[in-house]
C-alpha cells in the first residue's frame, strides 16, 4: 500500500503521505485526513442516489484517479465508493480522493509490459463492484477497474444495485454474468 501511495504522490486525486512504520503490535501509515467518503454521502441523500449530472461529475474524477493508479503501473482492485472521498481542505472540498491501496497489485513488469496473467489469482475486491473477471478467480486487470467505476455510476443514479441484498459471492456472480448490463443504463438520457 505504501510503495503505491509514494508512487502516486503529486497526482490531483491522491492523499498526501506523511509517513509509515511499524511497532510491536502493527504497522501503519499516516497520510492526511479526508472528508466523507461517496458511500455515506450516497446514503445521507434523500432518495439515496445522486442526480445525473452530480453522478457525472464524480465517474470523471473517479476514472482520473484510476487513470494515475494505471499510470503507475498498478490495478486498484477495490473500486468502490467507500475507497473514495471528498477533501477535507477548503481547496480540496470538491476533489475526490481515492483511498485503500490495500489490494492493489503491479500489473507491469521492471521493463513497463504487462505481465503474464496467473491461472488462477483467486477473488479480489469488493463482491458488490468486482467485475465477472473477479468473480472467475482470474488475473484482473486495467479494464476490470473499469467495471467497477460502471458499477458505482449505475449505483449513484438508480440508489442500489439489482444485488445488492444478495451476500453469497458466487450467487452475486452468476447474476452478473447473466445480467442485461444496458438495464443498468435504462435511466440515463439518450
Given at each position: ?7 502516486l ?7 498526501h ?26 446514503r445521507?441523500?434523500?432518495?439515496g442516489c ?26 486498484h ?66 479494464h476490470?477497474d473499469?467495471?467497477s ?41 439518450r
Amino acid at each position: 500500500e505504501v510503495a503505491v501511495l509514494k508512487r502516486l504522490q503529486g497526482k490531483t486525486h491522491v492523499c498526501h503521505f506523511i509517513g509509515c512504520g511499524r511497532n510491536e503490535l502493527f504497522n501503519y501509515v499516516v497520510m492526511t485526513l479526508q472528508g466523507r467518503n461517496l458511500a455515506d454521502i450516497r446514503r445521507s441523500m434523500k432518495r439515496g442516489c445522486f442526480s445525473i449530472s452530480t453522478t457525472m461529475r464524480i465517474g470523471i474524477q473517479i476514472l482520473d484517479s484510476i487513470e494515475s493508479i494505471h499510470s503507475v503501473g498498478f490495478l486498484h482492485r477495490d473500486i468502490k465508493p467507500s475507497n473514495f472521498a471528498l477533501g477535507k481542505s477548503t481547496e480540496l472540498s470538491r476533489v475526490i480522493i481515492m483511498l485503500d491501496y490495500g489490494l492493489a497489485r503491479q500489473y507491469t513488469n521492471v521493463n513497463g509490459d504487462v505481465r503474464a496473467p496467473r491461472q488462477v489469482a483467486g477473488f479480489r475486491g469488493t463482491v458488490r463492484y468486482a467485475s465477472v473477471n473477479a468473480h472467475q478467480n482470474r488475473e484482473l486487470g486495467r479494464h476490470d477497474d473499469l467495471w467497477s467505476l460502471y458499477y458505482i455510476l449505475a449505483e449513484f443514479i438508480t440508489g442500489e444495485l439489482p444485488w445488492r441484498k444478495i451476500k453469497d459471492k458466487e450467487q452475486v456472480g452468476t447474476m452478473k454474468q447473466t445480467f442485461d448490463h444496458n438495464q443498468l443504463l435504462k435511466f440515463m438520457p439518450r
